[in-house]
């Protein structure tokens, strides 16, 4: 069965990005030990799915529009879908899908583009909170790094307590503390 996974990395005060949705704070930190899992973890995964901001900051800061192979040594073939209101440049190459709309509206082509593989919600924190709202996300995945911010951009701008998350893993990796939390199908499944 096709899950959808929220795979990130936070500050210890619960921010993706800083104010200008940038990852700075995070790449500062040496990763040898966080990334260790990102391998086994990417094998698992069919198709990914990111907010028009986080495009934009990868596109960005990997600087893709010169250097397009870069997309592919970090998501290699897989389709991403990039929910925009508005059109956006594409990475040569890529199999990018923009789209407008609900989660739940392009659910069916977002599992059918993961061929029986997971689904990777890189962020923004508000459209995993649209995922929430429609009752798709299975797990989410913090890896919460030695930093705080004064201001940022939300985990995830949604309420959701004790009864909606369910704690399945604690791992330490170097300065790094990852969290793994279930949330129970219930509700979706009644």
Same mark, same amino acid.
Do not use: C
């Given at each position: 069965?096709t899950r959808a996974i929220?795979? =990130? ?12 949705? #940038?990852?700075d704070w995070l790449l ?17 995964? %069919? !198709?990914? !799915?990111?907010?028009?901001? =986080? $495009?934009? *900051?990868?596109? %960005? ?9 870069? *997309?592919?040594?970090? $998501? ?9 209101r508005r059109e956006r440049?594409?990475? &040569?190459?890529? /199999? ?6 609900? @989660? ?13 593989? /997971? !689904? *990777? ?7 995993? %909170?649209? +995922? ?8 989410? @995945?913090?890896? +919460?790094? &030695?930093?705080?911010?004064?201001? %940022? ?5 949604? /309420? ?16 790094? #503390?990852?969290?793994? $939390? ?9």
């Open positions: 069965m929220f795979y =990130t990395a936070s500050t210890v005060n619960g921010f993706l990005a800083d104010p200008d949705d #940038a990852l500062a930190i040496p990763q040898d030990e966080a990334t260790a899992d990102i391998a086994a973890f990417t094998e698992r995964v %069919g !198709v990914l !799915v990111e907010g028009a901001s =986080t $495009y934009e *900051w990868v596109r %960005g800061h990997e600087d893709l529009m010169e250097h397009p192979e870069r *997309w592919q040594q970090f $998501y290699g073939d897989r389709p991403t879908f990039v929910f925009t440049e594409r990475v &040569p190459g890529a /199999d990018i899908r923009f789209v407008q709309g609900s @989660v739940i509206e392009h659910w069916p082509d977002i599992v059918s583009a993961a061929a029986g593989k /997971d !689904v *990777w919600i890189v962020g923004g924190g508000d459209l995993v %909170g649209q +995922f929430v709202d429609a009752d798709l996300l299975d797990e989410i @995945v913090i890896t +919460f790094a &030695p930093v705080t911010l004064a201001a %940022g951009k939300p985990l995830l701008p949604r /309420d959701l307590d004790h009864t909606r998350l369910e704690l399945v893993g604690v791992r330490r990796a170097g300065p790094f #503390a990852e969290l793994t $939390y279930r949330l129970p199908r219930a509700a979706r499944d009644a």
